[in-house]
C-alpha cells in the first residue's frame, strides 16, 4: 500500500516543510519512490528543492480546483528517485472558490485515488493553519507526522491539532493514523529544550519518534542553495537526523 | 491619533507573538497606555501574557462576529498601562462564518472605531496567513510591523505580502503605512543571517528597523512564565531589544 504521508502542524515555523523536503529525500537516497506534494501557498517546498515556480506553469492548485489531473502536474526533482507536485500561490483562494463543490475536502484525495503512477511514500506539506488545504491533505492521508519545535508556543496548539484529527478520522478517513510527533531544532544546551523534550515523550510516550532532530544551521542553510540536505551536506547533523528518521520510518512501515 | 499597529507576515514563526507581546509591554513600560489584540487561533499572545483562557470566557472573537463591542472584552495584564483582548480558537471559524457579511473585512476596524477609551498604541497580533483575519488587522491599522527571521525561507514571502499591503490600501484602508520590517533572531555567529540582514536592508533601506533583535533563549522562556521579556528578565539581550524597538517607535511617532 502506497505510505501518503501529511505533515501537519498549525503552529507556524516548527519545521514542517524541512522535514516534507529532507525526510522525502532521504527516503529516496535510501531507494524509496517518492512524490512531494506542496499544499503551502508560500511553496517553500517548491523552492527548497529548486523548482522555479515561473518554469513550470503546472501546480497542485490546478488538481485542487478539478482543473488538471495529478498526474499531468508531476516533476522530477534534482534528487534522483524524488517527484514532486510544486505549490503557488494561488492555493490561498481554494478555501473560497470550493465553498460550494460538495467534494471540497476530498479534491486531494481523489485525485490521488486516479494516480497511474505508484510511489513507495507520498509527502503532503501543509500550510500552518487548520484550513480546507490542511483537512484535504489529512483526508488523503493513511499516516501524519506532527513536527514540533522544542519552545513553549509549539507546545500549546497540540491538544487543538489531536482533537482537529480525530475529527478528521470520523468525518472523512477513517484509515488516518498517527505516524508520530517529530521534535525538531532540538538544542541540548538549553534547559527549554530539554523541558519540551521531556514533557511531549512523557505525554506522547511510544507516539513520539525515536529519532530527535537537533537545531543545525546548514538545514536552514541548504533551501537557499534549492538542495535537500543530503545534496548539501550529507556529513551535518541535519542530514544525519532525517536519514535515521527515514530508517525509523521504513522499519515501522516493514513492521505494519 | 491611536497608533494600530498590525504585526503580519503569513509565513510561519518569524516572531509575530513575541514581538507584539514585548513591543507592547516595552510601550506600557515607557509610559505608553497600550491594548493588544490577539487575532490568531492559537492565542498564543494571549498566553505569552499570562492570561487565561478558560477564565475570562470573553474573546476577540465575540467582537469579530458583531457579538460583543470591544470595550466589553478588555482584560488588565500583569504589566501597568498594558491591557489585551483575548483569542481563542473559535477565530478559526471567522472566515467562512463572514462569507454573507458586507462588513467582513471591516469588523476589527469598526469596533476599534467605537472603543470609549483610548489608547496610545494598539498592537494586533497576526495568524501565519493572508486570509480574513490578517486583512481585518490591515484594515484596522494605520502601520504595519513586519517581522522577518533572518532565514531563508522566511524571504520569500516577502514580495507577496508587500503585494497584498497595497492591494489593501487601495481597497479598504488608504491610512495603511509600512511602520519597518524587523529582522528577528539574528544570530552574528551564523553567515546565513548576516546575508539575510544584508540582503533585506540592501532591497528595503530606510524600511527597516535599525533595531534588530537578536536570537536570545530568554525570549523563548518567557512565555511559558506567561510573562514578557521586561518582566521575566529584564537585563537580557531580548529585553534590551525589544525596549530599544518601543524607544525607536515613539521617536518616529514623533517626528511624523
Ligand atoms: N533543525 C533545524 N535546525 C535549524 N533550522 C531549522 C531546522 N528546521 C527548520 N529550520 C529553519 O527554521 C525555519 C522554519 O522551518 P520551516 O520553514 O521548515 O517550518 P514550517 O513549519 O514549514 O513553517 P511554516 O509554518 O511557515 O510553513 C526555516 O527557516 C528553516 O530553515
Ligand atoms: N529573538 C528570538 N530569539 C529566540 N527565540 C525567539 C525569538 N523570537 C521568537 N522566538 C521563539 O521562536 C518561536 C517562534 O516565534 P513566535 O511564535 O513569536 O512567531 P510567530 O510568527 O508568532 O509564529 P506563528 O506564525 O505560529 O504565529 C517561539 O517559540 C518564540 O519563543
Ligand atoms: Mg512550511
Ligand atoms: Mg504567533
Known amino acids: 500500500e502506497m ?28 531507494g524509496k ?5 506542496d499544499l503551502d501557498p508560500q511553496a517553500n517546498a ?3 528543492l529548486g523548482i522555479n515556480k515561473a518554469d513550470t506553469g503546472r501546480y497542485v492548485y490546478q488538481v485542487m480546483i478539478g482543473a488538471n489531473d495529478l498526474q499531468s502536474v508531476i516533476e522530477e526533482t534534482c534528487v534522483k528517485g524524488m517527484y514532486a507536485v510544486p505549490g503557488s500561490y494561488h492555493l490561498a483562494g481554494v478555501e473560497l472558490e470550493l465553498v460550494n463543490q460538495p467534494l471540497r475536502e476530498r479534491m486531494l484525495a481523489r485525485a490521488l485515488s486516479l494516480l497511474e503512477t505508484s510511489f513507495d511514500f507520498v509527502i503532503i506539506d501543509c500550510p500552518p493553519s487548520l484550513g480546507l488545504l ?14 514540533v519545535q522544542c519552545e513553549y508556543y509549539a507546545l500549546e496548539g497540540l491538544g487543538r491539532l489531536m482533537k482537529t484529527l480525530s475529527v478528521i478520522k470520523k468525518r472523512f478517513n477513517p484509515r488516518l493514523e498517527l505516524a508520530g510527533i517529530l521534535l525538531t531544532m532540538y538544542d541540548p544546551r538549553t534547559r527549554l529544550s530539554q523541558d519540551i523534550a521531556k514533557e511531549v515523550k512523557g505525554y506522547f510516550n511510544s507516539k513520539v519518534f525515536n529519532t530527535v532532530i537537533p537545531r543545525n544551521v546548514r538545514l536552514s542553510e541548504a533551501p537557499s542553495y534549492g538542495m535537500p540536505i543530503c545534496l548539501y ?19 515501522k512501515g516493514e513492521n505494519g
Open 46 to 48: 517548491t523552492s527548497g
Open 233 to 251: 551536506d550529507i556529513s551535518s547533523k541535519g542530514a544525519q537526523g532525517y536519514l535515521m528518521l527515514a530508517k525509523e520510518i521504513i522499519r
Open 134 to 147: 490542511t483537512i484535504n491533505a489529512l483526508t488523503a492521508a493513511n499516516r501524519v507526522i506532527i513536527p
Open 3 to 30: 505510505r501518503v504521508l501529511s505533515v501537519s502542524n498549525q503552529k507556524g515555523g516548527v519545521g514542517k516543510t524541512t522535514t516534507a523536503v529532507n525526510l522525502g529525500a532521504s527516503l529516496a537516497v535510501l
Open 33 to 37: 519512490k517518492v512524490l512531494l506534494i
